[in-house]
Structure formats: C-alpha cells, structure tokens
C-alpha cells in the first residue's frame, strides 16, 4: 500500500512529542513539517496520524472535580488527573469542527514538558481517546466535551459514512467490509484515512494508512478497532 505525503492535514491533526509552533507530522507517511521546526515522531494524524503539532496548553475553563469523585463525562477544556478527576476508560468526543481545534493529551506526569506526553492528537469530527490507569494526567482543549462509553457496546453499525466523520469505532459506527470513496473533497485539502487497533493515540497502534490520490478503496477488518477519515468524499461499502 502507497503511503504519500499529506499536507492538508499537518495543521490540525498532526502527532508528536516536542510542541512546535507551525504543525508537523503524519503517521506512517513522509515528515512534512515546517521547515526548522524540530520534532520527535514517538507515535500520528482523521484526520493525520502522527505525533502531532499540538497547540499549547491553554488555562481550564472547567469547573474542579469535586475532591475524590473521579468523573466519567468532561465538560470543557482543563488538565485533569487521572483516577481523581476523571475515571480511565474508553472517551469519546462528537461534532468538533475545524475551527474548533481540538486537542487532547494523555500524560505521565504533570511536569508539562514534551517528554511528559505519552500520546496526543487533534481531532475534528468525532474521535475516541482511551486513558489508561497508568496515566497520570489528561489534558483537553477546544473539544466538545468527552463522555466515557462501554468498549464492549454494540450499536447499528453504517455501511455509508461521511470522509470528514473523524474516528469511528469498528462494529459500532461503521460496519466491517470493502468501501470506495471518491477521493479528495472538492476543496482540495487531501483525503487522509486510517485503520487503527485502539484508541490509545499511539503510532505503533496503525495497522494502515493512506493519502489516496483520486478514487480511494479500503478493507475494514472485523477485528479492527478504529477507522479515521478525513477531507475524503463519503465512503459506500462496495
């Protein structure tokens, strides 16, 4: 399978573990970031899938957790210990646009360093991130909102989805199977999809991804975890 620069989707959802300033970075495909800007690719992008230029960590604007109640839904952006102030498990975010810029982190301490960062990512449309108990920090910023969700439901999985739809899980919202776009939408910005195992955010977690040039297929496993899709025209299973 080809795996081609994608440049459209760098400045948004980039992955990596130094922040720079100008977006950097795609999993699995050719380092395009700004010239000069120095990065470290640890893990990467729905819509780019490497450890990503992510915007600086900005003050929280939601409420404390109330002492010893570790919350199961995040309202808001803020830096929450894991455990205390918000429960580990499988999140999910919905309806976050372009201009949103969502960005969310998981972290082993609360140092506020690069080196701090286990995984991070931005994300438009919808997305899932999943904190383990072994983390120590979440951070979130510009998102909608994260409410946790059961890893093993079942829901009525689409066999026709949108290629701006962000991160779905497989067998939830969207079914197994071979599915077609059309490519690139028509505002030229570069179809980005991506078959991942789990929500972690991390690199070595691609199973495959592609910057398809004009009409784009792809298989999703059944046993895959996740799909990503970005700036693609909407996918048909075939």
Excluded at 28 to 41: D, P
Excluded at 189 to 210: F, L, M, P, Q, V
Aim: glycine share 12%; with cysteine.
């Amino acid at each position: 399978m080809s795996h081609t620069t994608r440049t459209s989707w760098i400045a948004r959802n980039a992955r990596t573990k130094l922040l720079t300033g100008c977006g950097a970075a795609i999993a699995l495909v050719a380092l395009t970031a700004c010239s000069g800007a120095e990065t470290t690719t640890d893990k990467g992008a729905d819509a780019g899938a490497s450890k990503g230029a992510s915007k600086p960590a900005a003050a929280s604007s939601a409420p404390a957790a109330d002492a010893g109640k570790a919350k199961s839904a995040i309202k808001g952006s803020g830096t929450f210990q894991v455990g205390s102030d918000v429960q580990p498990g499988l999140y999910r975010s919905t309806g976050n646009t372009a201009d949103d810029n969502c960005y969310w982190e998981r972290a082993k301490d609360s140092k506020g360093e690069a080196d701090s960062i286990i995984d991070n990512d931005n994300a438009v449309g919808s997305t899932y991130v999943a904190i383990a108990a072994t983390d120590k920090i979440f951070k979130t910023d510009g998102c909608k909102g994260w409410q946790l969700v059961d890893p093993k439901a079942t829901g009525t999985p689409k066999a026709e989805i949108s290629g701006k739809a962000g991160m779905l899980k497989v067998g939830v919202d969207v079914a197994p199977g071979t599915y077609k776009s059309a490519g690139s939408t028509e505002d030229g910005s570069g179809c980005y999809w991506e078959r991942t195992k789990d929500a972690t955010g991390s690199i070595e977690t691609i199973i495959a991804n592609e910057n398809p040039e004009g009409q784009a297929v792809v298989t999703i496993a059944a046993g895959d975890g996740f799909f990503k899709t970005a700036d693609c025209q909407d996918w048909k299973k075939s």
